[in-house]
């Protein structure tokens, strides 16, 4: 999975909803809430410091009822006058049940990392989530998307153990960048 969200530039639950089989829903972890962007943030989005973006936690579910897994937490920073979103898809943001990639279909993905050890101090995003004990974090990635080309959101996804062993995903190799040929001598 790290090499897919690595070269395939889709938004993280679109990954997610190949990888698994079924299609996602987002749980709120806490009300979206304002959050003023310290300098690194800021340089990841193109933003002043200090610019007022939302910040959004929640989890990654299956949309099959409510007795369902958790598959990652995501948090994100969006930065929402910057994406060009319709008023039905604007109402579905405020909801909060609807995951930033189902909104944002023509976003592309660029990953910062993809990685099964997590990132040491990372200052950008803090990560208080598991909240459960069977929340077992499994690999780790930061991304930024991308709407015409302008940064609209910087993300951290922690994709928990229950998305690997909850069933084995499909092949997904035909979306992958081939592997260049060894030389041998």
């Known amino acids: 999975m790290a090499r897919f969200l690595r070269d395939v530039p889709v938004p993280f639950t679109r990954v997610l909803s190949l990888w698994v089989g079924y299609r996602l829903r987002r749980d709120p972890r806490r009300p979206d809430a304002p959050h003023d ?19 959004r936690e929640g989890y ?4 099959l009822g409510d007795s369902a897994p958790r598959l990652a937490a995501i948090t994100a920073l969006v930065h929402q006058r910057a ?53 077992v974090p499994a690999l780790w990635c930061q991304a930024t998307l991308l709407s015409a080309g302008r940064p609209v959101a910087l993300v951290r996804e922690t994709v928990y153990l229950a998305a690997f062993t909850g069933r084995r995903p499909p092949d997904l190799s035909p979306h992958l960048t081939p592997v260049p040929p060894r030389l041998v001598s």
């Open 37 to 55: 962007l310290t300098p690194r943030q800021a340089h990841l989005l193109g933003l002043p410091p200090g610019t007022r973006v939302t910040r």
């Open 60 to 63: 990654l579910v299956p949309n």
């Open 83 to 135: 994406l060009d979103l319709d008023d039905p898809r604007r109402e579905e943001l405020a909801r909060g049940y609807t995951p930033l990639g189902v909104l944002l279909t023509e976003a592309r993905r660029a990953t910062h990392y993809a990685t099964t050890t997590r990132a040491p101090g990372d200052p950008d995003l803090d990560d208080p989530l598991p909240d459960l004990p069977e929340d």
